[in-house]
């Protein structure tokens, strides 16, 4: 039939041919592309040759899963145009379809199903869904935007692709990615089969200006504020990206206070506001958007002149950039680097390494916290048998030790605690996520922040930005699985406040042991102890310290996750050369020997994540680091309760990372014992960057890069004071 679409693109062509053969396959274009007609019209030609089949057993037969709702409802339009020639039927079902709309699927299945993965894991763990029925038919299953199930959420789709196919026996698994370094390999650990590339390697749009900033002696705030104002000046639709929700909070209030008509969009508002923006946006009544990761993805904002974003790795910039001149106008797209960081630096110095570091997406399905919750789901099923999951094994006699589980003589696995299961189900969030901490001021809910993060973000006394608006959080009171943080509004702008907290890991059982150069590291299930005792109060335009502060009570969170330890070599030269006073003339803080070799092995720590940054497309918020004392024990750990694969990932090239540090200490000029925020200071550090020792941290690593030989003391770190 006719869709209105005379020609196709060579990679449509290849992707229509896989999909006539069956074979799974991934397709690799950049955005606006035309992705979506490379699957949905195979797709639509395959259904049509099959209708009588249909006829005799109605279900669903397609299944596109979207990240997010947003992404879903974005699309839906345009895949309902595609199929209106050809009377196939398509639905959405997410969280916010209604009963009655639900009723109309459940009554007449649609051809195709457009959804999410969190509708998929409930359905697939509740015997009563109506939905699951439907799915028994399912022949194709469409993952958009593949690239983003990076890290534990990644996983998660691992098994609930697996659980599906319990249900309906095996489908054609079609992927579809943003530019990233490896999609063939991540799609075959995702899909866990053999799959087809196909890419595309034409760009239809017009000339984009890409240009790094630098701040130089102003704040990076500052300098993009400048620069939304000359975009401003010529009439540019413009959009700003920052990495979290302060930033973008803060930037947003700074480009508002200069008279330039600008909104928040990030996750966490109300959902009527940000489609109220994008709105405004779209009609032209909006001239700057402020948002977080959440408009990375492919929601339509209509047509946009310039992006200006914080530093993100680049396979992230190509997503936000990719949504500037569409129409084939000329755009600009603005890097905006960090006054006072090591990848800003790095990137400074070296410009073209930055557009050579496309990320590889990395998932890990043998993550067994992941593990553990997907398979109490699988189970309650009723269709589980161990076969399915041959190399999780050793999960399922776990929670058949536990007592939830019972693994039959014929390999059928059946549920014994019922409400134990269901409950451990219940309580977990495939989106990698802590217990969620309610934010509230007086009787009204404000949205929710997730452990650990709301702890360092809203303990008392913490000043919180939320849409456009000031608060200062008065209480905070955690018990396992309900968090609530009191907040008051708060009118005075100047300034924000910065965590201290310590964390200290414990290693509960060593998952893995490689030598890496000469470094003999294990890579580990670890329980991580979270404090956070006091906090920083900064000023917002120049970052000068006001204040310092204790909490009356340190809020302390506990949560397992993965990690792994190495034991960095001792800098004996230049703490000699210290105490001999051959570095006198070096500013910064006096030390004793102790100090001096911690500091060595926290600066080593925070250079170590920084460049790990680059090679895990994680962003620092992935992964942690913490380093006891002067023992010379590092830890490098994932960030999310349970684990996200990127420390793994990590520890797979930690050899490169090493390289990377080093180059950042060496390219460095500055002249002081502690380094500079431009190479060993970091942004994230609950230590207020003290203690560290520049130079020992460079001969440490040294050291490592001549392979001498370290073992971990698995037991002896334990008294050590820890330093993120």
Known sequence: GNLGITTLYKFQEDSYNAIENGEDLVIAAPTGQGKTEGFVLPIIRKLLLTVQEAFENPGVRALLIYPTKALARDQFDKIRQMCETSNLTVSIFDGDVSQNARQKIYEAPPDILLTNPDILHYHLGWAQSRLVALLRTVQFVVLDEIHLYTGSMGTNVYYILKRLELESGRFQKIGASATVSNPKEFAEILFDSEVRLVESKTAKRGPIHFMIYYPGMRSKYSMIVDLVNQLQQGEFKTLVFGNTHSEAEVLNMLIADTGIKSKVHRAGLPKKYRSDVEDQFRAGDLPVIVSTPTLELGIDIGDLDSVVSMIVSITRLTQRVGRAGRKGQESVAILALRENDPISSFYRHQPDKYFSDIDAAYMEPENEVVGYFQLIAAAMSGKLKVSDFARHRAILEKLEIEGLIQIQDDGKVRVVDFDKARKEWRSYSIRGIGAPVQIKTGNKGLGERSMPMAAQELHPG??????????LSVDFKYAP???????????????????????????????????????????????????VDGYVKRETRSGRVLSRSSLATPLVYKYRTRGFAFTAPEPVKAVNEHASGKLSDLKGPRMGPAELFGGAFHALEHVLIESSDMLTGGGTREIGGVSMGDSGIIFVYDGSPGGNGASKLLFTRLDEAFIRAKAILEKCDCKTIDGCPLCTYSYHCGNNNSPLFKLGALESINRILDKVETTVDTEGYMGYQPLV
């Open 462 to 471: 913490a000043i919180y930005l939320h849409g456009g608006k000031n608060y």
């Open 481 to 531: 699985g309900l968090g609530r943080a009191s907040v008051v509004p708060h009118s005075d702008r100047s300034a924000h406040t910065k965590p201290l907290y310590s964390t200290m890991p414990r290693i509960i059982d060593i998952v893995e042991r490689s030598k890496i150069l000469g470094l003999n590291a294990v890579y580990c299930t670890l329980e991580m102890t979270q404090t």
